[in-house]
């Protein structure tokens, strides 16, 4: 019964995380549509961070040492500050769907820099997983880009969808040496730290005053940003990662884009073209291939 109970548990921690990380594109689409982007995120970083900070010191994390310091501020910089500005934009434009199936590209940008920055040589099966997955991204982009199936503002969506991706890919391989040596709470911490003071001053910069007002589906979708995805997600994926193979908790990553599509379709009436959804497919596809050849070489 224990260890049945314990498979439980694991279960509904997976589900919990899934459902949390795929509903973050829609509770930000929310937002979006009514506040400017960058204003947006960098009240719900200047809410985050002082929380995840609270939480480092409770958890008596250590901090980042001076060797490792630089690599967290540039994944503040790039994967969480720069990745949620293109994407928040990006959902500002096109649905909030079919910006979690573009930015399912990361672990395909991060393998690729992986290849040219650091030799690494894939095996056949990731190569055939980057070939699906890099042609599901082109047919993605492709037919919103080509005019087939939205407005003009569509193009740009997808090509800022696509920067968020590169921006946290670039992040993720700039932070990965010090991963194993930096407490997760702590560095989570200093991201948000970063990511605050980049969004704060594009906010200033690019969009002038903050907004003064907003409607009840703003703040509960921004309260629901801070708290259940900016920290309680974050901490159900740190468990995660303790109870599963790291190979297990990047393969749940790849259902939260069909439960942010499905999510949009059903509460926010957004709708995909058949081009979309293909696309997404072969993206998910390559990435599980991708997933599957990295936990075979361990």
Do not use: K
């Not at 314990?6 to 997976?14: C, K, T």
């Not at 199936?101 to 690729?112: G, N, R």
């Not at 939205?150 to 990965?176: D, K, R, T």
């Not at 994926?237 to 942010?260: E, K, N, Y």
Request: hydrophobic letters at 60%; zero cysteines.
């Amino acid at each position: 019964m224990t260890g049945r109970g314990e498979a439980w548990r694991s279960a509904a921690l997976a589900v919990a995380f899934v459902l949390i990380w795929g509903s973050a594109f829609n509770a930000a689409r929310v937002v979006v549509l009514e506040w400017p982007p960058f204003w947006a995120l960098a009240l719900r970083f200047i809410v985050t961070a002082p929380l995840l900070l609270g939480l480092a010191w409770a958890t008596r994390s250590r901090w980042p040492g001076r060797a490792d310091l630089g690599r967290v501020v540039v994944m503040g910089l790039l994967g969480t500050g720069g990745y949620l500005a293109f994407s928040w934009w990006a959902m500002s434009l096109i649905p909030s769907g079919l910006v979690a199936l573009i930015t399912a590209a990361t672990p395909l940008m991060v393998a690729l820099g992986e290849v040219v920055f650091f030799g690494r040589r894939p095996s056949p099966m990731a190569w055939l997983g980057l070939a699906l997955g890099w042609g599901g991204v082109a047919l993605l982009g492709g037919a919103r880009i080509g005019g087939h199936l939205g407005n003009p503002g569509e193009a740009l969506g997808v090509g800022l969808a696509l920067l968020g991706a590169a921006s946290q890919a670039a992040g993720l391989l700039a932070f990965a040496p010090a991963r194993g040596r930096v407490d997760l709470w702590s560095a989570t911490a200093g991201q948000s730290l970063v990511s605050a003071a980049l969004l704060l001053v594009l906010a200033v910069v690019m969009e002038g005053a903050p907004p003064t007002s907003a409607s009840l589906p703003v703040w509960l979708s921004l309260a629901y940003s801070v708290t259940v995805v900016g920290v309680g997600g974050y901490a159900l994926l740190f468990v995660l990662l303790r109870r599963f193979p790291p190979s297990t908790a990047a393969a749940l990553q790849l259902l939260a884009p069909p439960v942010a599509t499905l999510i949009g379709w059903a509460a926010l009436g957004e709708v995909l073209g058949w081009a979309d959804l293909a696309g997404g497919a072969m993206t998910l596809t390559g990435l599980t291939l991708l997933f599957r050849a990295r936990a075979r070489e361990g």
